[in-house]
């Protein structure tokens, strides 16, 4: 499975962006798709997480009621679509995905996806 992070950019306090990641390859039964990400000097940390269904949906508590996880299986893509952005929300963005299924804990868990993508930097202004 290989991964493509799109969507990245330079944006205001106060923004919007939207990123997105095309999955391609072996997709079927890519159960989980998740979003991390990086902020220098810092670990990377969970984002938000969606199921292939879409019936499970975590985000981190940072990110709640500001950024919306979802995903179009037609198109093997999951977006990220990020509003009142923050200059702490500055960071590389990546997409990960694997395909087991994953319960509570074990999404935010840098170790428990198989694939990666190479990440799109997102840059928030003040």
């Known amino acids: 499975v290989q991964l493509q992070a799109s969507g990245g950019g330079l944006v205001q306090t106060g923004g919007s962006l939207r990123l997105s990641c095309v999955a391609s390859?072996?997709?079927?039964?890519?159960?989980?798709t998740a979003w991390f990400r990086q902020a220098p000097g810092k670990e990377r940390e969970f984002v938000a997480g969606?199921?292939?269904?879409?019936?499970?949906?975590p985000y981190a508590d940072s990110v709640k009621g500001r950024f919306t996880i979802s995903r179009d299986n037609a198109k093997n893509t999951v977006y990220l679509q990020m509003n009142s952005l923050k200059p702490e929300d500055t960071a590389v963005y990546y997409c990960?995905?694997?395909?087991?299924?994953?319960?509570?804990?074990?999404?935010?868990?840098?170790?428990?996806?198989?694939?990666w993508g190479q990440g799109t930097l997102v840059t928030v202004s003040s």
């Open positions: 990960a995905g694997d395909h087991r299924r994953k319960v509570g804990s074990a999404w935010s868990g840098n170790n428990g996806y198989d694939y």
């Open positions: 969606i199921s292939s269904s879409s019936g499970i949906v």
């Open positions: 390859g072996r997709t079927f039964g890519l159960y989980t």
